[in-house]
C-alpha cells in the first residue's frame, strides 16, 4: 500500500468514526465541564485537516493547495454533520459547533504543512533523491 493510500484510509476511518460519535443519540460520555464539547470538536476536525493535507502533499499537491482544500473539506463536512445532528436525538445543530469544526480543521491543516516540511519523514516526496542535473 503507497502512503498516499495510507493517508486517505486513515482520513476514512477517521471521519466515519466521528461521523458514527456524533450519531449517537443522547451521549452520556466524555468531559462535562463547559465548553467540552467545542474542544472535542475542535479535535477530532483538527485531526481530520491533519490527514487530508498529509493525503493531498504525498499526492502531489502543494502546501497551500492541500491546506485549502483541507480547510474547505473541515467546513463542508462540519456543515453536514451539525445538519444532520438535528435529527439525532439528544443532539443539537449548533453554529459555534460549526465553527469549532472549521478552526480545528484549519489549525490541523495548518499544522500538517508545518509538520510536513519540518519533518520529511512524513512524506515519501521529501525522501526522494534530487533530480539529476543534465550534463553533457
Not at 4 to 33: C, D
Request: proline share 5%; charged share 15%.
Amino acid at each position: 500500500m503507497t502512503r498516499e493510500r495510507l493517508y486517505l484510509a486513515m482520513l476514512a476511518v477517521w471521519v466515519v468514526f466521528t461521523l458514527t460519535l456524533t450519531s449517537i443519540p443522547n451521549p452520556q460520555f466524555g468531559p462535562t465541564f463547559q465548553g467540552a464539547d467545542k474542544v472535542a470538536h475542535f479535535g477530532f476536525y483538527g485531526a481530520a485537516g491533519f490527514l487530508f493535507v498529509l493525503w493531498r502533499m504525498e499526492s502531489g499537491k502543494g502546501a497551500a493547495v492541500a491546506v485549502l482544500c483541507a480547510v474547505l473539506f473541515a467546513a463542508l463536512l462540519g456543515a453536514v454533520d451539525e445538519f444532520h445532528q438535528q435529527w439525532v436525538p439528544g443532539r443539537s445543530m449548533e453554529f459555534f459547533d460549526w465553527v469549532a469544526d472549521f478552526t480545528g480543521g484549519a489549525t490541523g491543516a495548518f499544522g500538517a504543512g508545518v509538520a510536513a516540511s519540518r519533518l520529511p519523514f512524513l512524506l515519501t516526496r521529501n525522501n526522494q533523491p534530487a533530480p539529476r542535473a543534465f550534463t553533457d
